[in-house]
């Protein structure tokens, strides 16, 4: 399905958008002051933000990236979680950050975090770039949150529709979802 420009408005522009995810670097920055911190990429939608962020926190960092998959309908999840690529450096130890493109439901973050604990990070914090509060399902809250929002879908920015839409430079609301 393709969505048409009639179809989607700009909710976040790119210039709201970089103020928040430098405002988000700030904070890490002032609370991990002289500290190496791990940051670790939810694939696919957190790249495009997670490569802004990482350029406004002015502490030492380091990256690495997972990816999961959660099986459902379009419009929900069934709680399944599939880990598709893990870590490829040891978090033991560490102050680690896991950085989303958008909180949902929770599922998939709960289910990350709860197995990064197991490793052994000496801290592990959340930040999202879009907290959609009202869908929440697990009781999981972000540590950093770049802009909350009750509902509706949106894509751009990373946040994609099928694949597509990652590219957009602003986040759009779907009007018709």
């Not at 990482?54 to 999840?77: H, M, N, Q, W």
């Not at 879908?153 to 018709?176: A, K, M, S």
Request: proline share 2%; aromatic share 8%.
């Amino acid at each position: 399905m393709s969505i048409t420009e009639k179809e989607q408005s700009i909710l976040y522009s790119r210039e709201r958008i970089a103020v928040e995810v430098e405002r988000l670097g700030a904070e890490i920055s002032h609370d991990f002051a002289d500290q190496e911190v791990m940051l670790i990429g939810v694939l696919k939608g957190s790249f495009i933000f997670i490569a802004d962020l990482i350029r406004a926190i002015k502490v030492p960092t380091v990256v690495d990236f997972v990816r999961l998959a959660s099986y459902g309908s379009e419009t929900s999840t069934s709680g399944i979680i599939e880990f598709r690529k893990g870590l490829e450096m040891p978090i033991r130890g560490r102050h680690v950050i896991i950085i989303e493109d958008i909180v949902d439901s929770g599922y998939t973050l709960e289910c990350l975090y709860h197995k990064l604990l197991l490793q052994e990070p000496q801290s592990l914090k959340i930040c999202t770039l879009i907290d959609k509060r009202k869908r929440r399902e697990v009781d999981i809250e972000a540590d950093y949150v770049g802009i909350t929002m009750d509902d509706g879908f949106i894509i751009g920015y990373g946040l994609d529709h099928d694949e597509r839409y990652r590219n957009l430079p602003d986040i759009y609301l779907v009007n018709n979802a």
